[in-house]
């Protein structure tokens, strides 16, 4: 299966600065997927990120506060800008594995903002 | 519009016995995909089963099956002979916008297994 890292697996930032979470997969994949997980809740989908375009965003999520990049088929970048208590959350990415045909999620990065 | 409805918020069994989490689901796709996952109190997500909205067969995986029903639009997971070690959150999963990877989550369901 897919093997999926994140950086970091957590921090702590002050209200108003921006935090950028990485993603690297071990293969290459053609989408990439944001979710933000809110204290005790389930998973909502931010945006999908495919490399050589722009990331679409799902309802509710904005570029200017969720920039993301994906220079290649195997990294990609989320950062979450102009921070505010509430966005308090596990930010997970995830990806395809068509080889196994199951669907991959990262160990997360649990961001905590005071 | 997709939904995934688990309508199980907390569910407490002992050790041993059987456990039933209901997952029922709305969506317009006529192909489509279910998932589940189990997340741990360690927090990471575990890929658990997808099942493609044409295979109907139920899937059996160790102490694990899944009962998936398109006419009452249902996708079941039963634990069989439950241990400490199941205790988690399990989310149901349906996949929209013809991508597999744009996921929409039911709200999960606890499973705590006491010995």
């Known amino acids: 299966s897919a093997v999926i890292s994140q950086k970091p697996s957590r921090d702590i930032c002050q209200r108003g600065t921006s935090l950028t979470i990485q993603c690297q997969v071990d293969?290459?994949?053609?989408?990439m997927f944001w979710y933000r997980q809110q204290p005790g809740q389930s998973l909502t989908l931010i945006a999908t990120?495919?490399?050589?375009?722009?990331?679409?965003?799902e309802s509710g999520f904005v570029i200017d506060k969720f920039p993301i990049s994906r220079p290649n088929l195997t990294f990609s970048t989320l950062t979450v800008s102009n921070l505010s208590p509430e966005d308090s959350s596990i930010y997970l990415c995830?990806?395809?594995?068509?080889?196994?045909?199951?669907?991959?999620f990262g160990p997360g990065t649990r961001l905590t903002v005071l | 519009a997709q939904k995934v409805t688990q309508a199980q918020t907390e569910i407490s069994v002992v050790e041993k016995e059987d456990v039933t989490l209901d997952c029922v689901y709305e969506?317009?796709?006529?192909?489509?995909?279910l998932f589940w996952y189990k997340q741990p109190p360690s927090g990471e997500l575990v890929f658990l089963i997808r099942?493609?909205?044409?295979?109907?067969q139920n899937e059996i995986s160790g102490r694990y099956s899944w009962n998936f029903q398109k006419s009452t639009s249902s996708f079941n997971f039963t634990i069989t002979a439950s241990q400490v070690v199941d205790s988690a959150v399990y989310f149901c999963?349906?996949?929209?916008?013809?991508?597999?990877?744009?996921?929409?989550f039911g709200k999960g369901t606890k499973l705590s297994v006491k010995p």
């Open positions: 990120a495919n490399q050589g375009s722009e990331a679409t965003y």
């Open positions: 999963a349906l996949n929209y916008g013809g991508s597999q990877g744009n996921l929409i």
């Open positions: 293969s290459q994949v053609t989408m």
């Open positions: 969506t317009r796709d006529t192909t489509y995909y």
């Open positions: 995830s990806v395809e594995d068509r080889r196994y045909n199951e669907q991959f």
């Open positions: 099942r493609n909205s044409f295979d109907e």
